[in-house]
Nanobody, 119 residues
């Protein structure tokens, strides 16, 4: 009912930047808005963790480890989000997933996009 697709991953040197994009395409019969969107990541051997997500009052919540370096934005039609990642570190290496939640139609994950930061 909602197809989530990420793009923009790749290989970058430490200190570099990448921009990830996510499109959440709703089925035609769905008229409700997507209630919540977020970026998660999962590093090898680790649990999936929240990187950035919608917060109350339009404020984005960030993991402490990415504050000041990553910026999430959501477009005016509210079905596309991006993640601008600056000053990347090797520990940012992970598969990054986009997540979309609709209280009326459930939650959805993208297939993930790999980000590799070399030292």
């Amino acid at each position: 009912q909602v197809h989530v697709v990420e793009s923009g991953g790749g290989l970058v040197q430490a200190g570099g930047s990448l921009r990830l994009s996510c499109v959440a395409a709703k089925a035609r019969f769905i008229t409700e808005s997507i209630d919540y969107m977020a970026w998660y990541r999962q590093a090898p051997g680790k649990q999936r963790e929240l990187v950035a997500g919608d917060g109350s009052g339009g404020i984005t919540n960030y993991a402490e480890s990415v504050k000041g370096r990553f910026t999430m934005s959501r477009d005016r039609v509210e079905t596309t989000i991006s993640l601008q990642m600056n000053s990347l570190k090797p520990e940012d290496t992970a598969v990054y997933y986009c997540y979309a939640l609709m209280t009326t139609h459930g939650s959805y994950w993208g297939q993930g996009t790999m980000v590799t930061v070399s030292a």
